[in-house]
């Protein structure tokens, strides 16, 4: 039998050692996660606007990337190439919505959470061949919603848009990454730190330590403190820490509101 192993916030599971303590776990097991894709939260400003910007002290108007040429092409429901992702990407994000979105480090321009093929309309009889669409989903954090933009791959235009309040997609990368930010930033955080040292000998400073997986929030009147009333139209997660190469270290009392940048702990 191993020795047990004692840890600030919980319990490392070695083989068939179990050591328990606090309030958070450390496990070897498999925990929930969400399929998220890595974001870019936007376009970079033109430089001659970000140069403007910087000599008057104000900040710069967001500038839409042109389209790239349309490169490599895929056909009938074969699956979005790269060529195709970054070129719907721009065609999605407008000025307007540069301009007035925000993501989820508050700075302008919404979340890009998601490009994925529309599925033809099956009531067509020649649905294989029926043009290449893409829905681009962003989370708009400055009125927390959700955009969607279709957009056609033949004519390059967007078909359609929708604007939802009270959905909330699986989290991005960067929304992750985001509230590993604030939680090891925050006092509550401090078991985290302490868990993290104790397991690998060196202090935890950043995100990029770790491997996160997560799950959204959503309020249950009168279960959860008053602050997490909001989770459901606000942005909110539990997130599953793993140490690189290691354990798990369960954080699941602590609930990360990306909306108001704020961490609460459950019970």
């Not at 033109?46 to 990337?65: I, K, L, R, S």
């Not at 508050?106 to 009889?125: C, F, H, I, K, S």
């Not at 235009?157 to 929304?175: C, F, I, Y």
């Not at 330590?209 to 942005?235: D, I, N, W, Y």
Request: with cysteine; charged share 25%; glycine share 10%.
């Amino acid at each position: 039998m191993r020795k047990i192993v004692h840890r600030h916030l919980g319990k490392m599971v070695a083989g068939a050692a179990i050591a328990v303590a606090g309030t958070a776990v450390m496990v070897g097991i498999t925990l929930p996660g969400t399929a998220g894709a890595d974001d870019s939260g936007g376009t970079k400003g033109g430089q001659a606007a970000q140069q403007a910007a910087q000599a008057n002290g104000t900040p710069a108007p967001g500038v839409v990337e042109q389209a790239p040429a349309e490169g490599e092409k895929g056909k009938g429901l074969d699956p979005l190439t790269d060529d195709e992702t970054k070129r719907v990407e721009k065609i999605a994000l407008n000025q307007q919505l540069l301009n007035t979105g925000e993501n989820v480090k508050g700075a302008r321009g919404p979340q890009r959470l998601t490009v994925e093929l529309t599925e033809p309309d099956t009531d067509q009889p020649d649905s294989a061949n029926a043009p290449r669409r893409a829905d681009v989903t962003f989370y708009d954090y400055r009125n927390d919603s959700v955009v969607t933009k279709t957009v056609n791959l033949d004519t390059g235009k967007v078909e359609e848009t929708s604007t939802q309040h009270d959905v909330q997609p699986p989290l991005g990368v960067a929304e992750q990454t985001e509230a590993a930010r604030l939680l090891i930033a925050d006092p509550l955080g401090a078991g985290l730190k302490a868990d993290y040292k104790d397991a690998t000998g060196k202090e935890l400073t950043s995100p990029d330590q770790l491997t996160l997986t997560s799950m959204v929030f959503r309020a249950t009147p009168g279960v959860q403190p008053a602050e997490l009333g909001k989770c459901g139209e606000h942005r909110c997660t539990r997130l599953f820490p793993k140490v690189k190469n290691g354990a798990w270290i369960d954080t699941r009392d602590f609930v990360i509101d990306l909306s108001a940048r704020k961490v609460v702990k459950l019970g």
